[in-house]
């Protein structure tokens, strides 16, 4: 396994590797309150097929700058595709595979929307592109479900963090939970609140009507923050060529954690490696 460490510029900042030797390119992208080591489970085996680019986005508790991420600039998820484009433009890296969980999965497509040669697939893991019910959607929480999460992100954010990990990551897995909750201890209170109330109030739903790159998305058919429904609802919206892949073992919204090798079993089938 080869890492690249000469990296500088936004790239720097951003904490990003280029890990393997392969001919293919990919990028993987982590999810709210996250950083690059959740990813650590299938680099191995995706590295021997592809130079695998890792980051981790600027809200991240790993960014050794905490002051870059500014919440006026980032105020909705576009303004994060820019920051995936600017990165891959620094070390021209493309086109790529593209693996993002959960916000990331809509944040590489609103990416896609605006440069597609820099895209060859889509692969969002647990991704929605709206938590919030409706008439005629189920995104899985009620508004008063979203104003409760964000109270308590804002009145004691760690007692949160405690009570949330084991929701949403499969509590048999008892690392990473403990893992994830690590993750988001080191994030800023006042940034993950922030972030927080951009990610569960947002509404994307319009963009998947743009989206021309090939999209696969993986779902656990166990996911506490993200239904299945809603994988369904992105195919039937989405412009382009789109499949779905429900994980029917897995448990939790952090498949590439708890459940990496069915995870790798499908990516293996999209991707043919």
Request: proline content about 4%; hydrophobic content about 45%; aromatic content about 10%.
């Amino acid at each position: 396994m080869v890492v690249n460490q000469n990296i500088s510029g936004l790239a720097s900042s951003m904490n990003a590797k280029i890990i393997g030797s392969g001919e293919r390119l990919m990028v993987l992208a982590h999810g709210f309150g996250c950083d690059q080591s959740v990813w650590d489970k299938i680099i191995p085996v995706l590295s021997q097929s592809f130079k695998v680019l890792v980051f981790d986005w600027l809200f991240s508790g790993a960014i050794k700058d905490q002051t870059l991420y500014d919440p006026l600039k980032y105020s909705s998820l576009d303004a994060f595709s820019d920051d995936l484009i600017a990165l891959m433009e620094e070390l021209k890296f493309g086109p790529i595979v593209f693996v993002g969980h959960s916000m990331s999965g809509m944040i590489g497509c609103a990416a896609s929307i605006k440069r597609p040669d820099l895209f060859t697939k889509l692969l969002p893991i647990a991704t929605s592109p709206r938590f919030i019910n409706s008439e005629d959607y189920n995104g899985g929480f009620d508004s008063k479900d979203i104003d409760s999460i964000i109270s308590n992100i804002g009145s004691n954010y760690e007692a949160w963090t405690v009570a949330f990990s084991p929701i949403a990551v499969d509590s048999r897995d008892s690392l990473s939970v403990q893992r994830f909750e690590n993750c988001l201890k080191k994030m800023k209170p006042e940034t993950a609140l922030a972030l927080a109330k951009i990610v569960f109030g947002c509404d994307e739903r319009e963009m998947l009507r743009q989206v021309s790159v090939p999209c696969h998305f993986i779902q656990p058919r166990n996911d506490v923050v993200v239904p299945v429904s809603v994988v369904y609802f992105m195919q039937e919206k989405i412009k382009g060529e789109s499949t779905v892949e429900i994980m029917e073992d897995a448990m939790g919204h952090f498949p590439h954690m708890t459940s990496h090798v069915e995870l790798l079993g499908v990516m293996r089938r999209l991707l043919e490696f």
